[in-house]
């Protein structure tokens, strides 16, 4: 079973920028990242499948970029221009799927601790 450790998260405001890191134990398929705000159900906020391009949620596409680096097996996720509406729980997720959709988090097998994203007004 892979192993996520994410780091990178914290606190600005309105108009800032923050980088997410996650550090993958081994190689994987597909990851991505996804986010739980407050009340709120996880969503898919942006993910990288083995095959086919990067998938951004209409919430963040422009704002937020998703990269991989294969040879240190770690997931990146730069968030520039974030809006309160950003803040929650940002969670890497590691997929055995060549192409999972953004959304479908049950094709994610393995989740990293999560890491807290605030960003105030």
């Known amino acids: 079973q892979v192993q996520l450790v994410e780091s990178g998260g914290g606190s600005v405001q309105a108009g800032g920028s923050l980088r997410l890191s996650c550090a993958a134990s081994?190689?994987?398929?597909?990851m991505g990242w996804f986010r739980q705000a407050p009340g709120k159900e996880r969503e898919g906020v942006a993910s990288?499948?083995?095959?086919?391009?990067?998938s951004y949620s209409d919430s963040v596409k422009g704002r937020f970029t998703i990269s991989k680096d294969t040879v240190r097996n770690t997931l990146y996720l730069r968030m520039d221009s974030l809006k309160p509406e950003d803040t929650g729980i940002y969670y890497c997720?590691?997929?055995?799927?060549?192409?999972?959709?953004?959304?479908?988090?049950?094709?994610?097998?393995?989740w990293g601790q999560g890491t807290q994203v605030t960003v105030s007004s």
């Open positions: 081994t190689s994987v398929n597909s």
């Open positions: 990288i499948p083995w095959l086919g391009t990067t």
């Open positions: 997720a590691a997929s055995t799927a060549l192409r999972p959709p953004l959304n479908a988090a049950n094709l994610y097998s393995a």
